[in-house]
């Protein structure tokens, strides 16, 4: 059942050997439990974990997936992380993280790009020159309208 999956999975992400587990153990419970295809979050989540850890990169598109349709920080940052520390996973997860950027909530968004070092990438927003002018004759207009009133008043 899910809560005895959910515990063998923390198991292997905590103990020293899942630091251990091989890919090719990771392709046989995959053939077995087929975790990969589960649709609770916090065991294809694991999983996910397990695998990447394992350099069991068929895991690679369910975790970009995952990542890209769930969410929930809990999920997508980690899941990222994970990504990210496999260089074949690494460009396409920033890609993927790219592509759906604007799907996340910002703090989200933000964390996971310092996560991914895309950080400085995006251009920070600024003001254009149109703004600019029209803020300045707002400014002008302004100091003109009290220049006006203190003028009545003296």
């Keep these: 059942d899910a809560?005895?999956?959910q515990v063998f999975l923390e198991g292997l992400l905590q103990s020293k050997s899942g630091a251990a587990l091989k890919a090719s153990v990771?392709?046989?419970l995959q053939e077995r439990l087929g975790l990969a295809e589960a649709q609770n979050s916090e065991i294809k989540s694991r999983w996910c974990y397990c695998c990447l850890r394992a350099g069991n990169t068929d895991i690679v598109d369910?975790?970009?997936a995952m990542a890209t349709s769930v969410g929930r920080m809990k999920f997508v940052r980690p899941?990222?992380?994970e990504l990210n520390k496999v260089d074949a996973a690494r460009d396409k997860a920033k890609e993927a993280f790219k592509k759906n950027k604007s799907n996340y909530h910002p703090i989200c968004a933000r964390l996971v790009a310092k996560d991914l070092?895309?950080?400085g990438d995006e251009k920070k927003p600024g003001l254009t020159t149109k703004q600019i002018a029209v803020a300045a004759a707002v400014?002008?207009?302004a100091a003109a309208v009290g220049?006006?009133?203190l003028r009545r008043r003296s």
Aim: proline share 0%; glycine share 4%.
């Design 26 to 28: 990771t392709e046989q």
């Design 147 to 149: 220049f006006i009133v």
């Design 79 to 81: 899941l990222y992380r």
């Design 62 to 64: 369910t975790a970009i």
């Design 117 to 119: 070092g895309l950080e």
């Design 3 to 5: 809560a005895q999956q």
């Design 139 to 141: 400014v002008a207009a």
